[in-house]
């Protein structure tokens, strides 16, 4: 099989009908890659050569501490490996250096060497190359978007032994990955960010859904790529090009990414892609918002393995046998979130500030009247309703179904909000019925421990519930039935959440 890198004069694809590397062929069905010479791909020899790892990290970094714990998960010898943090400068980045420093000094004993650089993107680059160099290194340029969450990550790419490799990463759900199968721009004479663009190959989704499988020869790979110590001269060459150009100012990694790719093409350095195995995936920052408490709470949809790990109940998939509550008729308890969840809601509130007085007049509201105000803050308000109606949708659309066997929760028209209770503003509720087919309570904080009262009673059932887990909630019917009251709070500051679902 013969490849031709070039198929015209404006665009740069992989040029293979299977775009597969040349003599490779793969069964697409087991996984199993061989080329002519008789290598298999999946059972390759284990070499464990010393690695460089170069961590950029960007500004804008959602669950940052899980690609660290990702980082640290991986098999590779840690004494054969040395990193390097290397910091974007940005608004955020104070909290992300944070991150790394408690991660460093949890972490660092063991590998090789950990450390920090604060120096611009091409001059980190330039350095980590040449040390790399010198020590007969692999060098992996990695960001913080890039999360391997096979363990086998580093060992697999290390094993492949190609001169420059990276895994192929996807954003959770898409088909965003860290690689281009085609580029145009990539024939000029001189670099121009503004004239390079990107192409879809006719292979890019079956590569990516890994309906292909093998290694890929691309003009663009990003956010993890590892250099074969044989392409450190070339990788240092293009490096020193790209200080002398109006890249070296660039305050973001991706003219900076892209641009080294353009030169090591044009030195006719060969990048290939891999998916062979499952690797990782990438974070998805593209709704990050910095302005945020915290940001990562907003990401449920983008980056749902992340958002899941931090913020879902441990005990989420045991609602149907922990939601019965005796006594209490078709109110049921509800394994939901993490006490980190609760924790960052409240002082998402409190950072927000702007608590309604709890009088009736309300303007947040259609018709501006409230007949059962509560001192509170609506998820409107915080720009949190997009992210919940999606968190009830995905994960309480299940709960619900089982429980109330017929409904089906749509979260068509909700009312979502946190409410604050304490003694010297308000401190309770009095018995009403909820504007909702059925009604979320969530306790943010621990009674007992963070207030003292509180609680909610449900009327008709004669029915108590007091100091629920922070996380944990309750589902009831919202109107007719279950009529209730917001007991009173005597101490403290209680929190909850409520949210009133499906109202018409």
Known sequence: MQCHRFLSSLVLVLACASALAADMSCDAATGECTESSGIDYTALETIQPPVSILLTVEDESPFFHRVLESLAAQSYPKDKLTITAMFLEGPSQAHNQGIWGAWRDKHSEGYAKVSTTYEGTVEAMQAAAEAASVEDQRLFVIDSLARFTNVQAIQHLVNLNRPIVAPK????????????????????????????????????????????????????????????????????????????????????????????????????????VSNIVHYGHLIDNSEFDHRKAHPNMYLASTNPAEWEADYLNEQYTQFKELGFIDGCNDVFRVPFFSKTFAKHLIEECESYGQWSSGDSKDERIQGGYEPVPTQDIHFQQLGFLGAWRHIIQTYLRPITTFHYPGYFLEGRTTLDFVVRYRPDTQASLRPHHDASTVTLNVALNQGGVDYQGGGTRFVRQNCTLTNTEPGWGTLSPGRLTHLHEGLETTEGTRYILVSFIDQN
């Open 169 to 272: 990463l996807t954003r959770q759900g898409k088909w965003w990955s860290n690689f281009w199968g085609a580029a145009s721009g990539f024939d000029a004479d001189t670099f121009k960010l503004s004239e390079v663009g990107y192409v879809r190959s006719s292979n890019y989704i079956q590569v990516v859904d890994r309906k292909t499988v093998g290694l890929f020869e691309v003009p663009v790979a990003f956010s993890a790529v590892l250099y074969h110590p044989s392409t450190l001269d070339a990788l240092q060459a293009a490096l020193n090009k790209l200080k002398e150009s109006a890249t070296a100012k660039a305050t973001s990694l991706w003219p900076v990414s892209l641009h080294l790719c353009w030169e090591l093409t044009r030195a006719a350095q060969a990048i290939e």
